[in-house]
């Protein structure tokens, strides 16, 4: 049997098989172990303890905010449902990322699929497209190499989307649906910018920001001369673009979608702001010229009372061709109510390209142990493959 050294360190022999089976099981049995019940009786106790104070003064602010809001021009709004909105051919886009963590640098792999639904006989084939991303672990820290990998997924749903237009037609399609936004302007102070970044590394985020920037211009341009309707709905929402623009950032520290998930039932949603002017004049990011403003709205798509109302985006073509209404009841009608959080809420097209793109744990970990199975029958040093200490694949 062959051995591979290096100086007097004697390696792995090269033909070793591993047995994926076993190691499996030692991460089963590693995660089989679990807190001390003494630790866990001590953590729900003052759990239990803080949370009504925790609560109390959330609901307090809360309802200032929401009086406040009210009576610098915030409205509530009821949204009509169209029963046939769901019938309607939508062309759906979404993208995901997953990192690898091994030891060798930083690897991720991204996926986007752009797809029609409903799904007919005769409907087209979905538009999908990959990307194997790496740096070394001296160019990019983990975060900034995460940040450039949201930026290449984010790029590829407006492109994708575009592309499943062009190729198959849209004569048969109702309306364009992104997961994520259509604004893009507070991209650019996101961009990570630390002393020993390399100049070419900035410049690669920087241009990475700019292309997403574009290519959702392009799908707007592409859909307003076509006469399509885009929407982009956003549902991690960490920003504060209606606080802001009724002038409370100083006076409420919440997000908006927590404050309007306490305000909106299911089927209401606030009046549109210009997400744009929002971005650029409330919040100072730097002015990036845009094909349209976009305009945007919360909504409470499910019936789910701890499921959070949704953010929905659009240009103004759509607001003066459309109007606000239509978007709203659009929204509404196609939004599925569902047990898995992740799907609750969000437009049945959506959730499909969701469904399709996503590169979960378990496929990250099938290709990380065929990869590994590959290389070792190859003669490589399965230390090579070796991932971070306390990190499995997946994560």
Request: net charge positive; hydrophobic share 40%.
């Amino acid at each position: 049997m062959m051995v591979t050294t290096i100086g007097n360190m004697e390696r792995y022999p090269a033909q070793t098989k591993l047995v994926w089976g076993d190691i499996e099981a030692v991460l089963a049995a590693a995660e089989e172990v679990t807190i001390s019940p003494e630790l866990y009786r001590k953590l729900r106790n003052g759990l239990m303890e803080k949370m009504p104070e925790l609560v109390e003064n959330a609901r307090k602010s809360v309802r200032e905010a929401a009086e406040e809001l009210t009576s610098r021009g915030l409205e509530v709004l009821a949204v009509e449902r169209d029963e046939d909105a769901q019938k309607h051919i939508a062309v759906g886009a979404d993208a995901s990322y997953a990192p690898m963590p091994i030891g060798m640098g930083h690897l991720a792999m991204v996926a986007s699929i752009a797809l029609r639904e409903p799904r007919k006989p005769e409907s087209a084939k979905p538009s999908g497209a990959v990307e194997i991303m790496h740096k070394k672990a001296d160019r990019m820290t983990r975060r900034e190499f995460k940040f450039l990998c949201q930026l290449k997924g984010e790029a590829l749903i407006p492109a994708l989307s575009v592309k499943q237009l062009e190729t198959n037609g849209h004569e048969d399609v109702v309306c364009v649906l992104l997961d994520g936004p259509l604004s893009a302007s507070l991209i650019l102070r996101k961009v990570p910018r630390r002393r020993g970044l390399r100049p070419d590394e900035y410049r690669e985020l920087v241009s990475s920001a700019h292309r997403l920037i574009r290519a959702r211009d392009e799908l707007v341009k592409f859909c307003h001369e076509h006469g399509l309707p885009v929407i982009g709905v956003v549902k991690r929402c960490t920003s504060r673009h209606f606080i802001r623009w009724y002038g409370l950032e100083n006076e409420v520290p919440f997000t908006d979608q927590f404050v309007f998930h306490q305000m909106l039932n299911y089927g209401e949603r606030t009046n549109a702001i210009s997400i744009t002017k929002a971005i650029e004049e409330k919040l100072k990011a730097p002015h990036f010229s845009r094909y349209q403003p976009i305009y945007g709205f919360y909504i409470k798509t499910s019936r789910t009372p701890i499921t959070p109302p949704v953010r929905v985006e659009f240009p103004a073509y759509v607001l003066e061709e459309w109007g606000e209404d239509w978007v709203a009841t659009y929204a509404l009608s196609t939004a599925l109510t569902v047990y898995e959080p992740e799907f609750d809420g969000l437009p049945r097209a959506i959730c499909q390209a969701h469904k399709r793109a996503k590169v979960s744990k378990r496929i990250v970990s099938e290709l990380y142990k065929k990869a590994l199975t590959k290389e070792v029958s190859r003669g490589t040093d399965p230390r090579l493959l070796g991932t971070r200490w306390g990190f499995k694949p997946g994560e």
